[in-house]
T-cell receptor, first 109, second 120 residues
Framework: GIQVEQSPPDLILQEGANSTLRCNFS?????LQWFHQNPWGQLINLFY???GTKQNGRLSATTVATERYSLLYISSSQTTDSGVYFC???????????FGKGTTLSVSS | GAVVSQHPSWVICKSGTSVKIECRSL??????MFWYRQFPKQSLMLMAT?????????EQGVEKDKFLINHASLTLSTLTVTSAHPEDSSFYIC????????????????FGDGTRLSIL
């Protein structure tokens, strides 16, 4: 089956720093989503980005489908950005998502 | 936006009891919903695919008699953990795609807030 690898597994930042999270996947996909899981377990959908670049405030994401990777950029990080960030992919639109192991981000003030 | 409601959000029960978890799409229809399980400090793992009006399909290693899935309408899927034991304690979360978006360029999965199940 498809493999989804995220790096780094853990990231510790000072407030205000920028960071880049990476997601590599082993097959062509028709769905890619980035999520932030908060301490209560809620999955917050950040981006639906099977290809291209999107921005939402301090967050942006880029997926290069031909090279099978996606990047999530967090600028001017805040303590509320702490949590686990998951990349998840679907082989076909409407199919189940396969999740990476996540990147645990800790932002301190 | 598309909202998936999951109920209950937290349940604690004794070993041997059965627990039912509901997953509802509030403002869209979903012919297919997905159930995931997440153990502490681990990623989400797909358990099963719930299909409206037909049998669910289970991932390898998931006991279909332990985890009963019913998808009786286009907006509701239920997961029943039968004769639950402490090893079934986990975080269960469902997702769904808006069936009306089929064929469009925008087809994200929408997730519920999850159910934390603790079996004593």
């Amino acid at each position: 089956g498809i493999q989804v690898e995220q790096s780094p597994p853990d990231l510790i930042l000072q407030e205000g720093a920028n960071s880049t999270l990476r997601c590599n996947f082993s097959d062509s996909v028709n769905n890619l989503q980035w999520f932030h899981q908060n301490p209560w377990g809620q999955l917050i959908n950040l981006f639906y980005i099977p290809s291209g670049t999107k921005q939402n405030g301090r967050l942006s994401a880029t997926t290069v489908a031909t090279e099978r990777y996606s990047l999530l950029y967090i600028s001017s990080s805040q303590t509320t950005d702490s949590g686990v960030y998951f990349c998840a992919v679907g082989l076909e639109a409407g199919t189940a998502l396969i999740f990476g192991k996540g990147t645990t981000l800790s932002v301190s003030s | 936006g598309a909202v998936v409601s999951q109920h209950p959000s937290w349940v604690i029960c004794k070993s041997g009891t059965s627990v039912k978890i509901e997953c509802r799409s509030l403002d869209f229809q979903a012919t297919t919903m997905f159930w995931y399980r997440q153990f502490p400090k681990q990623s989400l793992m797909l358990m099963a695919t719930s299909n409206e009006g037909s049998k669910a399909t289970y991932e390898q290693g998931v006991e279909k008699d332990k985890f009963l899935i019913n998808h009786a309408s286009l907006t509701l899927s239920t997961l029943t953990v039968t004769s639950a034991h402490p090893e079934d304690s986990s975080f269960y979360i469902c997702s769904a795609r808006d069936s009306a978006q089929r064929g469009s360029r925008y087809q994200p999965q929408h997730f519920g807030d999850g159910t934390r199940l603790s079996i004593l």
